[in-house]
């Protein structure tokens, strides 16, 4: 299985944080890396949060080159 990024918001009234957690335990039993970004506060479709100062699409784009060993130009 591919690693995989999650980024749930602990008070999305449509999806529940709990499914975030499952979803991490199903990936810590199979030993497939992961990432889990807990968004304090925020609701559903959270698209503008922040991550230590970073986008939510930064965090994603690091994690997949982190994930595919990929080497960027500059």
């Known amino acids: 299985d591919p ?3 999650i980024i749930h918001g602990d008070s999305d009234n449509v999806v529940s944080f709990d499914e ?3 979803l991490m335990e199903i ?3 199979i030993g497939v890396p992961y990432e889990l970004h ?7 479709s959270a ?7 970073k986008g939510l ?3 994603a784009f690091e994690f997949i080159v982190t994930h ?3 080497a960027l130009e500059k």
């Open 3 to 5: 690693p995989i990024l």
């Open 20 to 22: 975030a957690e499952r």
């Open 27 to 29: 990936y810590e039993g």
């Open 38 to 44: 807990r968004l304090k506060g925020a609701p559903h």
């Open 47 to 53: 698209w503008n949060e922040k991550i230590k100062g």
């Open 57 to 59: 699409e930064e965090v």
């Open 68 to 70: 595919q060993d990929l």
